[in-house]
């Protein structure tokens, strides 16, 4: 199973430091392309998107979340944090040990 991340620039450049494959994206056009890429890719098991774009594509990824079996897709912050209302990464971990 591979990860796969979808972000802009800056969060791309941080993940494909650590070897992990990344596309750069602008814009609702790029994002969707990018997440039909990953569902027609057998071994993209999970999809690190950020928090931005997902909302640009939120249709998509809740047809996807909720009609497919693969890929897993999660929300992440980009470089410039956590949008307002939404937990940080760090409460998100807590969240997901406590269970």
């Given at each position: 199973m591979q990860v796969f991340v979808i972000a802009d620039h800056s969060t791309c450049l941080a993940f494909a430091l650590g070897g992990i494959t990344t596309r750069a994206v602008k814009g609702r056009e790029k994002t969707v392309a990018a997440l039909q890429f990953a569902v027609?890719?057998?071994?993209i098991g999970l999809v690190l998107i950020?928090?931005?774009l997902a909302a640009l594509v939120r249709p998509e990824v809740e047809k996807i979340l909720y009609t497919m079996r693969r890929p897993l897709i999660v929300e992440i912050p980009d470089t410039g944090g956590s949008l307002p209302?939404?937990?940080s990464a760090g409460?998100?971990?807590m969240s997901l040990m406590r269970r």
């Open positions: 027609e890719n057998q071994r950020t928090e931005k209302g939404r937990p409460e998100l971990m």
